[in-house]
């Protein structure tokens, strides 16, 4: 009897995935641990597994469609077998609840993907609004989106981009290759933008008419998770905050001095390698910030209880084309400042590939959000479930500050720890932000 092999569950919020491409079509050979398929996770692009040997009988649902989680993909069996009938997979309609707002698991899918055809035909450019290509400029595509178009003959260069600082996301790529009409860039795309995150106006960006198009977009998987996650995190978790300014200076110093010193074996440190390492060895110090608060809160039924991590698994926000994602770096208190650089750096390329594993972006205890590349002072971010406290951090600010009774040109940052009430109270987040001031203000103390 031919096996079907259904959508599968890749992360613990998926509800429904994207089938961007067959790699084996109907008729071929498999054996199991071949790879059939690459899906689109509402956090990362993954290969599906056969776990059969055979043949490809049947595929039921054709590239670029939305596959509800448990729907048939495809049939494996033996040459000639008959295949199953079964209904045309499709991606769960959004399902209201009382208060109008979509239910957990009726996340409403980008309609672009759901409607391609397995075999699209390709139309011809110039129903796409084009940007004539200028010789030697970098061309900003995902590189999601760059295999695609690959696949479907579309000149990138020749595409309007609409994602972030107008790079070229999946949904440019579509709309290129099926002549519809392309949506309009962001006025981000008429400014240029500075090495530290701020944006500098140019002439268009001041120009007459609208900034964008006028219509309703439905929300993807990622943006979906997001709302969602971030609702419950802000309705259910009671939520104060903690401000603390720390002297930049000395940070600053020691991984220039690194970097400097170690240049050419291409180690190149981050403020935010400090942070997270820092924040790391916070955690050991005020252990009872690494917690999490487990039982029904908004019930009040059950028994409630905190659970204490015997490890600190440092998560950090990386920004993605549709959102965020936090990858974790596991096991922070045990390692070096440079192995959790070589660690974030990774994770974070293939965050932005959109190639984490489950396991990448699951099980962190504690996240650290920085905006100080975009030249943000200071921030209050929302707790990351089910997480007791998040820490945000601006950017560097040279101001006067008062050093020996003397006022001097000082480098401050300012953190910010969003912390829940449920687990962790003021006095215990003072600690911690105090354990973390004093680490980072002698950073030499991280490199032990």
């Not at 106006?201 to 964008?212: D, H, N, R, W």
């Not at 802000?234 to 104060?240: A, E, G, L, R, S």
């Amino acid at each position: 009897m031919a096996q079907i092999i259904d959508m599968p569950k890749l992360s613990d919020t998926m509800t429904v995935g994207t089938l961007v491409k067959w790699l084996k079509k109907e008729g071929d050979a498999v054996k199991s641990g071949a790879m059939l398929a690459e899906i689109e996770t509402d956090k990362a692009t993954m290969e599906l597994e056969c776990f059969f040997d055979g043949t490809l009988l049947k595929i039921y649902a054709p590239a670029g469609s939305q596959i509800a989680v448990g729907a048939p993909l495809c049939a494996v069996g033996k040459t000639g077998e008959v295949v199953p009938d079964v209904p045309a997979p499709t991606a769960p309609k959004p399902v209201l609840k009382d208060d109008a707002t979509p239910a957990a698991t009726a996340t409403p899918a980008t309609p672009a993907p759901a409607k391609l055809p397995a075999q699209a035909p390709v139309a011809a450019p110039a129903a796409h609004p084009e940007i004539p290509s200028t010789p030697g400029q970098r061309i900003r595509i995902t590189p999601l989106a760059k295999k695609l178009a690959a696949e479907k003959g579309v000149d990138p260069a020749r595409v309007q981009g609409t994602g972030p600082s107008g790079r070229i996301v999946r949904a440019d790529v579509i709309a290129a290759a099926t002549g519809a009409a392309a949506p309009k860039a962001q006025i981000s795309n008429s400014k240029s933008q500075t090495s530290s995150g701020a944006f500098v106006p140019t002439a268009s960006a001041f120009a007459k008419g609208p900034i964008q198009e006028e219509k309703t977009v439905a929300v993807s998987n990622v943006r979906g998770i997001i709302a969602k996650r971030l609702l419950e995190s802000k309705t259910q978790i009671p939520h104060f905050y903690l401000n603390i300014e720390i002297d930049a200076g000395p940070l600053l110093e020691l991984r220039q001095q690194l970097n400097t010193a170690l240049e050419k074996s291409g180690v190149k440190l981050s403020v935010n390698d400090f942070i997270l390492k820092g924040s790391a060895e916070a955690l050991r110090r005020v252990p009872t910030v690494n917690c999490s608060w487990e039982g029904a809160p908004s019930t009040g039924s059950g028994q409630a209880s905190v659970r204490q991590h015997s490890a600190a698994h440092v998560s950090f926000a990386v920004a993605i084309d549709d959102g965020l994602i936090t990858p974790v770096v596991r096991d922070a208190h045990l390692k070096t400042v440079f192995a959790i650089s070589d660690e974030a750096k990774s994770l974070a390329k293939r965050a932005k590939d959109k190639k984490l594993a489950p396991n990448d972006f699951t099980g962190g205890t504690f996240c650290v959000s920085n905006l100080g590349m975009m030249g943000i002072e200071s921030f209050s971010a929302i707790i990351n479930p089910p997480n007791a406290a998040i820490l945000a951090v601006g950017t560097t600010v040279k101001k006067p500050v008062v050093k020996n009774d003397q006022i001097v040109i000082g480098q401050t940052m300012m953190l910010t720890l969003s912390v829940d009430h449920r687990v962790v109270d003021g006095a215990v987040g003072a600690q911690f932000l105090a354990a973390l001031k004093q680490l980072l203000e002698s950073p030499s103390l991280l490199l032990i």
